[in-house]
């Protein structure tokens, strides 16, 4: 009974993921996760930036012009 119910609930984050998206959107997918927080608070929504993670996630949204380049140790100095 109790999933019963959950199912019938209705998506108590559905404004949220309204606004994620439409950020995303008018930034053309160059805003992760970090930026498209940082811009929800500016409009005065307050939300952890792990449950903007989870709803990208879920709705499929990777910003994909910044990728960040790990670089490997190299120990030449030179000649």
């Given at each position: 009974?109790?999933?019963q119910?959950?199912?019938?609930?209705k998506?108590?984050?559905?404004?949220?993921?309204?606004?994620?998206q439409e950020?995303f959107?008018?930034?053309?997918?160059?805003?992760g996760?970090?930026r498209?927080h940082?811009a929800?608070?500016?409009q005065?929504?307050?939300?952890?930036?792990?449950?903007?993670r989870?709803?990208?996630g879920?709705?499929g949204l990777?910003?994909s012009?910044?990728?960040?380049?790990?670089r490997?140790y190299?120990?030449?100095?030179?000649?």
């Amino acid at each position: 009974m109790y999933w019963q119910k959950r199912l019938e609930q209705k998506n108590p984050n559905a404004l949220l993921e309204k606004k994620i998206q439409e950020i995303f959107d008018e930034h053309h997918g160059n805003y992760g996760y970090r930026r498209i927080h940082l811009a929800l608070k500016a409009q005065g929504i307050k939300v952890n930036q792990k449950k903007v993670r989870r709803i990208m996630g879920k709705l499929g949204l990777k910003g994909s012009k910044f990728i960040r380049k790990s670089r490997r140790y190299n120990s030449y100095k030179g000649t």
